[in-house]
């Protein structure tokens, strides 16, 4: 499967942006889909993922309440949307799949970054 994550922009803190990741070349309804993050010079981090089958998502504790999770299986897609954003949000968002559970999750494809800046 191929991932394509776009969405990431320029916003201010408390504002809101949907991140999306698209699939292609295999059924992404059948994969566990995660989002990371790495900030400059940071190591990169988990934000979030949703299973399938069923479907369920769980979040990192610095996102829980503010980041949500979804996918639209029709589109082969799954969203990141992200409410008040915070200037540490700010960094490259990854996401990424795999066919089998993990935990912690991993993903055994990933798709290539989209950058968020959140200005304060």
């Known amino acids: 499967v191929q991932l394509q994550a776009s969405g990431g922009g320029l916003v201010q803190a408390g504002e809101s942006l949907t991140l999306s990741c698209a699939a292609s070349g295999s059924t992404f309804s059948s994969y566990h889909v995660g989002w990371f993050r790495q900030a400059s010079g940071k190591e990169r981090e988990f934000v979030g993922a949703?299973?399938?089958?069923?479907?369920?998502?769980y979040y990192a504790d610095f996102v829980k309440g503010r980041f949500t999770i979804s996918r639209e299986n029709a589109k082969n897609t799954v969203y990141l949307q992200m409410n008040s954003l915070k200037p540490e949000d700010t960094a490259v968002y990854y996401c990424?799949?795999?066919?089998?559970?993990?935990?912690?999750?991993?993903?055994?494809?990933w798709g290539q970054g989209t950058q968020v800046t959140v200005s304060s």
């Open positions: 990424a799949a795999s066919r089998n559970f993990y935990s912690p999750f991993r993903g055994d494809y």
């Open positions: 949703i299973t399938w089958r069923p479907t369920s998502t």
